[in-house]
Each structure stands twice: as C-alpha cells, then as structure tokens.
C-alpha cells in the first residue's frame, strides 16, 4: 500500500522546520548572552519547549502531508511521547551551543544523543498510527535516515556555537542561512526516514481517523506558529532590554573607569586627560593655568585608629568641601588616599599671592578646617597644598603633577595647613623626601638611628628635674638627617610605629644601664607621633615593651602634641587614663600652637604641660604674646597641679623671664643641648658624683 503527499503541507513543514532552526540560533544567542545565573535554567527549559514543539510540529505535519488510502488516527499518549523527546532533544541542543567550548568530542557525543533523538521521536510519531499489520522498514533507509539526523544535529549544533554570540558579522543574514540549511537537513531527515516505512496491503490503522488531517495539520501548523513567533519576538524583546541594559552598563563601566569610587570625584585618568586638554586649549590661547596638589594632614592616624570606615566618610566630606567654591571651568580630582588635585585655569603667574589659585588654595584650607562630624565624632583635619603653573613648571601632566607634589611636600615642611608656589629648587627636597624613604627602612636595621638625651631642669634651682629622649639618624651619605625631616617621611610610610618602638626600647635599654651603674633615678620623656598614640592596642604595647626591659613606669613620660590630642577628645581621655593607671606620666608638648585651648587642660589631666618654643623668642623680645601665655598657663597649671616646662630656652633674659613668672621647668641650650647616649652616661656621672662630694642637689655639671 502506497500513499501521496499533499504539497501544500509539506512547503508547510518546510516553512516550520526553518521558524524551528532560526528559533534555535536566537535562543543559543540569547543564552549565551544572559548573565544572570537564576534566569538561565527558567530561559532554557522555556527555549527548549519552544524549539521542541516547532520540530515536532515539523515532524508531525510532514506525516499529516503523507495520505495513505485508508483512514489514519494517531494514538495521543504514544505521540505526546514523541513530542517529549522533541522538547528532550532541544534542551541537549540549547545547553551544548549556549555555553562552554564546543570540542570535537563534546560536539561528537552531543550531535549523537540529539540525532538519535530527532530519530527515536520521528519513528515514535511512526509508531502512533497504530497499524495493523505493522509498519515494515528498510533497514538501510532506517539506518541512513538515522545518521542524516546525527550528520544535520552536528551541523545544527556547530552553527548554532559559531554564531551564538552578537559580535559576528552580519549576524543576522548568517543565522537565516544557517536556519535555511538546518530546515532541509531536518526536513530531509524526516522524509528519508518516511521513505524507509512499508505499509502491507489492506493494512488498517487502529488508531481510527475521527479527524480530518488536513484540518489538523493547520491546526498544529497555525499553534506552532504562535509558539514560535511569539518566542521570537520575546527573544527580540529580551534583546532590545539586554541592549539597554548593556549601554546602561558600559555607561557605569566608563564613569567607574574615568571616576573615583568612593568619592566620585574624577580619577588620575581623567585628570591626566583635563590637564592635557588644558595645555592644548592655554597653549593656543597664550594663557597659564594652575595645578594645585592636595594632600590632607593627619588622615592617616584618624584612619588607623578610628578606621577605615570612619577614614572614607571623612574622606567623602573633604570631597565635597573641595567641590565647592570651584568656578565651572575648575576640577577636582582624587589621585588615590588623601591626596587631590585641582585644575584652576585663566590664572596669572606673576601674581601668585593674588591668582586665582591662590584664592581657591585659600578656600580649601578654610572648608577642611572647619569641623567635621563623622559617626557622632568630632573631627578635624588641615591640608598642605602645594602650587604648579603651566607652563612656567612643566609642559605636560606628569611634569605638572611632580612639581605641584613637591610643593606640596615644602608646605608640609613648611609646618603644614598652608600653601605653596612650586620652586626649582624643591626638586631636590623632593628627591631628598624619596631617597630618605627608600633608606629608612634600612637605617632601622643598619643601627643608623640612635637616640640622644635633652636634660630638663627646675627654674628655680637649675637641678636636672629629667630628661627628654630624641631619636637622631646619621645617613652613610647624607649625613645627619633632621627628624622634622625623616619624622613625616615616617608616619606617611607607616613605619613611626615600629621606630616608635625601638626608640622605646633604646629608652628603657639606657635606664637599666644607668640604674645597673647606681646613677639616680630620672624620669625619661618619650615623644609619641600621632599615629603612634592612635594605635589600638597603644597602652598594650607600652606595657609589653617596658615590662619586658624590667623598667618601672614611673621612669617613663610620654608626650603628645596639641593637635594630636584633640583629633578624638574622647579617646585621648581614655588613653591618658590608661596611661597614668599604670603609672606612666603624660605631658602636651608645642602647647599654644594648635588649639591653645585651657579648658581642655582640666578633661584631660596632663602631668605637665611644655610651652612652645616660638613663645621664647617673644620672651626675649618683651613681647606680650609669649608672656601673656605663659602667665595664663603658669596659673591655671598651678590650680590644677600641672607642671609648666618651656622650651628651646636659649638666653638669659628668657630665663630670667621665666623665673619672674614662677615657671616650674626649662629646656633648652642654654643648660644643655641633646647629647648621644654615652655622652649623657658621662653626663649623669658627674652630675652624681658632685652631689655625693657637695650633698647638692642633682644639677648640671656646669651649674
């Protein structure tokens, strides 16, 4: 028995067949292109039912297309089964082209599976007739028909690999002619298979045929359609909402590239490109403009002992004070850390004092000085500043930037929370600032650095009352380096708290020594960096240090200065307390050159307060300031039981002065300059050795 084929539903599962295949090369697309790993399972087991039900339909009305001379029904349950392994055989297909590498093996194995697939689906649809007798193959064909489905799946599968991704050219035109070819493979597949199938004569079909095929198969035709339309143009929509979601993406890549996370501020990138921008716009227009180098004072002890969280809401509030004030035409940009730049254009050189970068270097220091609150703390912080004009100091963004950071470090030099113009000259302090850097780690451990001793002595009778430990470093090339110099250099590199330590340790090394000799006990001052006192476990480590040189605390007094002690009120109280708890003493060294405030002398209850040495020279000049401050100070320290040292005591009219306003101690070369260790062990020697022949008290050998 023989049958025919209705041409009008053939072209039909031809049409199908390629809606089927371009449906597949989208979804491989689409899926290959979906970053979002929840997403992906749901996207794929829905493109595979899509693409499922477009081959079955294919294979299902080619059948319809096939008339045999008898009534034709197909079984529901045995052709479910056959549209299950279509929707099987698609998800294989779907997962292998959408991600991965595609190898020969993969690509073997996979086009297998899905073409023994596509072939157990077609004969399983066969099988749904229900014929009696059953349907009878030639063997051959069935075998042919079977590894054209594997060769097509293999083929589907390469195409669908290659041009899964947006970026092929004309991509587009590429998966319609891929679509076109895989349709006939399909296509081809299936009717070779039918070709194999004999129907023995006077064969009956026990499915029954209650429904007209040609109506089915339009019914199929016209549901496949909408299936895979409708998949389409989700597919297109998923596009059009990727492609958004791409520019929207690429837009925040490139401001995340060009800009500064934290403060949003431009970056160095962009910076470099402002700054080459304005040297070709000033270079046409004859006109300079400024670089002014912004580094923040103090923001690294807040950072490290208050955090790094309460580090970057401070430095997002200096962003935002640097923000205002600027005209349009200036930017501001965050090279990394504490450190800013802004670009002032149309200034004049000649008059730096009154340029228009001045007056913003002016606007800054007065904005970051104001007070800040960040988590319920009171905070503030200064900037050094340092200025570079273009093209008086360099002709690029380099050159600029490397003069106005040398500048910026002459401010810091220069006592910090001010400014200055870039000077040749400052090149070779700012060589100097890097090879100290490089150098000090070693000088650590080369015993480059060592520690001398100032004396202290009473007003009133000139007896030694202590001594102030100083560290000193000899450079093998450099010579003697002075610690305002190395000191800075120390605290921005982080290494101030391991020199701290050892300055402790050589401290409490000498004392040993002295009592080991039976030289009198004196007190030893210890100078603490503010990053030093801001450390965490600061009272820790003290104890650990001096504990482990068998020292008593009494022995040791450490000195703050003012504007470290009122970075954190709060924990500066607790720290002092800590201290003295344990039987340390606490002094505020350079009083009057920060906050000057006498109130906070009562919260925090130094042992002793040290005047400035700036105050001196006014002393001898009969100056009022000077005086007027230490008579203050000399008052209210004796009310509250605080001893007043000055400083830097170098005539004998300043101490003359200071025994006219009842100072307590002094400090400074008129009585002694800082001497090396041994020369101090000498020092004490004869110190004691005339108290025993006179029974004195414990003065200077030279009083």
Not at 66 to 83: C, N, Q
Not at 274 to 292: G, K, M, T
Not at 465 to 484: K, Q
Request: glycine share 8%; charged share 15%.
């Amino acid at each position: 028995m023989t049958g025919v084929y209705n041409p009008l539903l053939v072209c039909l599962s031809l049409v199908v067949a390629f809606l089927a295949s371009y449906t597949a090369m989208e979804l491989s697309g689409s899926l290959n292109a979906l970053t979002s790993a929840k997403r992906r399972p749901l996207w794929l087991v829905g493109g595979a039912v899509s693409m499922g039900v477009g081959i079955w339909s294919m294979h299902f009305i080619g059948m319809l297309a096939f008339s045999l001379p008898i009534a034709v029904g197909y079984d529901f349950s045995i052709t479910m089964a056959s549209l299950f392994l279509a929707i099987s055989v698609s998800l294989i297909a779907l997962a292998t082209a959408s991600r991965g590498a595609l190898s020969r093996r993969r690509l073997c194995v996979a086009g297998t599976v899905m073409g023994a697939g596509v072939a157990a689906m077609h004969f399983t649809g066969m099988q749904a007739m229900q014929m009696s007798p059953g349907i009878e193959y030639t063997i051959w064909r069935v075998v042919l028909s079977v590894g054209v489905a594997i060769g097509a799946s293999m083929a589907a599968l390469w195409l669908a690999f290659t041009l899964r991704t947006p970026h092929v050219e004309h991509v587009v035109v590429k998966r319609l002619g891929a679509a076109f070819i895989m349709a006939f493979a399909i296509a081809g597949m299936h009717y070779f298979g039918m070709s194999a199938a004999n129907f023995a004569a006077g064969s009956l079909c026990l499915a029954g045929g209650k429904l007209d095929a040609n109506w089915l198969a339009l019914v199929v035709t016209a549901t496949s359609f909408t299936v895979l339309v409708g998949t389409l143009a989700l597919l297109g929509f998923h596009t059009s909402s990727l492609s958004i979601s791409l520019r929207r993406a690429n837009r925040q890549l490139q401001h995340l590239g060009t800009h500064d996370a934290l403060t949003n501020l431009p970056n160095r990138q962009q910076l470099s490109s402002r700054i080459e921008r304005a040297v070709a716009e000033c270079a046409r227009r004859q006109s300079p403009f400024a670089v002014l180098f912004i580094d923040l004072d103090g923001f690294k002890s807040i950072n490290d002992s208050l955090g790094h969280g309460v580090g970057d809401d401070l430095l997002q509030v200096c962003a935002e004070r640097l923000r205002e004030g600027l005209r349009h035409t200036d930017m501001v940009a965050r090279l990394g850390g504490d450190e800013f730049v802004i670009v002032v254009e149309n200034v004049a050189e000649n008059m730096a004092d009154a340029s228009p970068a001045a007056a913003v270097a002016n606007g800054v220091l007065r904005r970051l000085g104001e007070e800040i609150v960040v988590n319920g703390l009171s905070l503030r912080v200064s900037a050094s500043i340092g200025i570079a004009f273009y093209p008086r100091d360099g002709g690029d963004a380099d050159e600029l930037l490397h003069s106005a950071d040398a500048a910026m470090y002459a401010a810091k030099q220069g006592g910090r929370n001010t400014f200055r113009v870039f000077e040749p000259k400052m090149n070779h302090t700012a060589l100097k600032s890097l090879i100290l850097q490089r150098d000090l780690q070693r000088a650590l451990s080369a015993g480059e650095l060592s520690v001398s001793f100032q004396p202290k002595f009473s007003v009133a009778s000139k007896s030694m009352t202590g001594v102030e430990a100083l560290i000193r470093w000899h450079h093998p090339e450099l010579g003697e380096v002075a610690p305002l110099e190395f000191i800075p250099i120390a605290e921005r590199s982080g290494l101030i708290v391991e020199i701290g330590d050892w300055v402790l340790r050589e401290v409490c090394r000498n004392i040993a020594l002295w009592d080991a000799q039976g030289l009198p006990a004196i007190s030893v001052a210890v100078n603490l960096s503010p990053i030093q006192f801001n450390v965490p476990d600061l009272v820790g480590r003290v104890d650990a240090l001096v504990g482990a040189a068998g020292v008593d605390p009494c022995r040791l007094m450490f000195e703050i200065t003012e504007t470290a002690a009122m970075q954190n009120i709060e924990k500066t109280s607790s720290t002092i307390e800590a201290l003295q708890s344990r039987g340390y003493t606490v002094a505020i060294d350079d009083f009057g050159t920060g906050y000057s405030s006498l109130g906070y002398l009562q919260r925090f209850r130094f042992d002793q307060i040290k005047i400035d040495g700036s105050f001196m020279r006014d002393l001898d000049e009969d100056g009022q300031r000077g005086s007027a401050l230490l008579s203050a100070v000399v008052t209210l320290a004796r009310a509250l039981q605080i001893e007043v040292v000055a400083e830097c005591v170098e005539t004998e009219s300043q101490f003359r002065r200071l025994r006219e306003l009842a100072c307590d101690q002094m400090q400074g070369f008129l009585l002694s300059r800082p001497l090396p260790a041994a020369d101090f062990l000498a020092f004490l020697r004869v110190a004691a050795d005339r108290v025993v022949a006179t029974g004195s008290a414990f003065t200077t050998p030279a009083g």
